[in-house]
């Protein structure tokens, strides 16, 4: 039987090495979309993201569009700079036709249009002219980088190529993955008795013994740290990773800036890693992220964080610091802990679990064990896990892993790539992973109303 044929479309980005262009490439990494990081701009491409502050001529960008090309652009307001601003400033007017070529601006009115007009959308296609619409200032793709962004984004894409072929987030056959994470940082504790917390905290895992739960602990507790495992040594769902804590850092609204912290002091909290099982995980102290952190990380060679100051997305993503773009992973969490406030009930929990796992993405949210001596977070949690998790999980279409199996299962599908729609795997190792555990990948077809699964 022959095999049909299929044209892959061939993306290019252009390099500018700023904060737009990791906006735009964390995208496509996130998505394992491929593409191709390029100076200048070739008639071969089928769509160039031009991120602001490029060094592209009005000619270059004039002469691509005249062949037939699409372009999606960052709005460029600065007027000295060469962006599509410049475009216009030299006479180009609304809807003015580029030969065959077609421009999208990516922003948030022209994404919402798109996701809501059916009719509208419909009418947009390559080939046909120009698109100029409504820019929304200071939001780009890099700004507010959530699953909305990244939606709306794969919606223009979609218009651009057609059906995106990529590979799933999570273990074929889940759709969605919740991690619980617990804060086992005593210094801001200092009020509560450690036992205590260390006893309420093992009475939630024995009672949800199949949700797995990663504790953060600061080694400079080292009695407390052996009384832990002392008593996870009878539970198989507990594992161990480090929380960097130093008591010129306060939490809350004492919050200190890490800069208070030299880089060889954030060397000890790593070289004081504990880790108990796979990956080491670092939670940076009051979940901050900066130089120092992501530089000590990669000499220690530890390459996944966990710091909910950088939760600007729901699934793993790559850290970049000053415009540096550094090998390590952020496991963002939630955008608010389990907290004893009025409005943060059960309901508002639940609500926004229910959207990440509807969206196939990651929920992990975290407390610190004193809410377990507080009978009214107490209860919110054992509600949260036991009425929603553990709901969720009996469909067969939640995945509850260990933060070290998550790190490990994005580390491996990070070495995955797409060629003409083959998977291909960067190592044997690679290889071996998928296809000897039951951590199986799959391929799906993303499109704007529905995901099909290929493989």
């Avoid at 948030?108 to 296609?125: A, H, M």
């Amino acid at each position: 039987m022959l095999k049909k044929l299929l044209k892959y479309p061939k993306i290019a980005l252009i390099n500018t090495k700023n904060a737009d262009f990791f906006g735009y490439k964390l995208v496509l990494d996130q998505e394992k979309i491929p593409y191709f990081i390029v100076d200048n701009i070739k008639t071969e491409f089928d769509a160039v993201i031009l991120p602001k502050e490029n060094t592209l001529t009005i000619t270059n960008i004039v002469e691509y569009l005249k062949g037939g090309g699409t372009v999606i652009s960052s709005w460029d307001f600065l007027e000295h700079q060469k962006g599509f601003s410049s475009i216009i400033n030299a006479g180009v007017s609304s809807f003015t036709p580029f030969g065959d070529g077609v421009i999208y601006y990516f922003n948030k009115n022209f994404g919402e249009e798109i996701l809501r007009t059916k009719s509208y959308s419909s009418s947009v296609s390559r080939n046909i002219f120009s698109q100029w619409l409504i820019h929304s200032f200071g939001h780009t793709i890099n700004n507010n980088n959530k699953r909305q962004d990244r939606t709306i984004f794969k919606n223009i894409l979609y218009r651009l190529v057609g059906p995106l072929t990529q590979i799933g987030y999570w273990p074929d056959p889940y759709q969605a993955c919740f991690c619980q994470r617990i804060d086992a940082d005593f210094p801001i504790s200092k009020f509560y008795s450690k036992d205590k917390m260390i006893t309420e905290m093992f009475k939630i895992v024995n009672e949800f013994d199949s949700v797995n739960f990663t504790i953060f602990l600061n080694h400079t507790f080292p009695k407390q740290i052996e009384k832990m495992k002392f008593l996870a040594s009878s539970h198989n769902n507990v594992e161990f990773q480090s929380h960097g804590c130093d008591d010129k850092i306060k939490h809350k609204d004492y919050c200190y800036s890490l800069d208070l912290l030299t880089k060889e002091e954030i060397e000890n909290m790593l070289i004081g890693t504990v880790a108990t099982k796979g990956y080491k995980i670092f939670a940076p102290p009051c979940e901050q992220v900066n130089e120092n952190v992501l530089q000590s990380c990669s000499d220690l060679n530890i390459k996944y964080i966990s710091a909910g100051g950088l939760a600007k997305d729901d699934i793993p993503k790559k850290c970049f610091y000053k415009d540096k773009e550094y090998n390590i992973f952020n496991i963002p969490t939630s955008e608010k802990e389990f907290l004893d406030e009025p409005d943060a009930n059960e309901a508002y929990y639940s609500n926004l679990f229910h959207n990440t796992v509807r969206d196939g993405s990651l929920f992990c949210i975290y407390f610190h064990p004193e809410l377990l001596l507080k009978p009214g977070p107490k209860k919110i949690i054992s509600k949260f896990l036991y009425y929603h998790v553990l709901e969720e999980k009996r469909t067969g279409k939640l995945w509850t892993p260990f933060m070290s199996e998550l790190a490990e299962w994005w580390f491996m599908r990070d070495n995955t790539f797409l060629i003409n729609g083959n998977l291909v795997y960067k190592d044997e190792r690679t290889e071996r992973f998928f296809l000897e555990s039951n951590k199986k990948l799959s391929v799906i077809k993303w499109y704007p109303d529905h995901i099909k699964k290929v493989i």
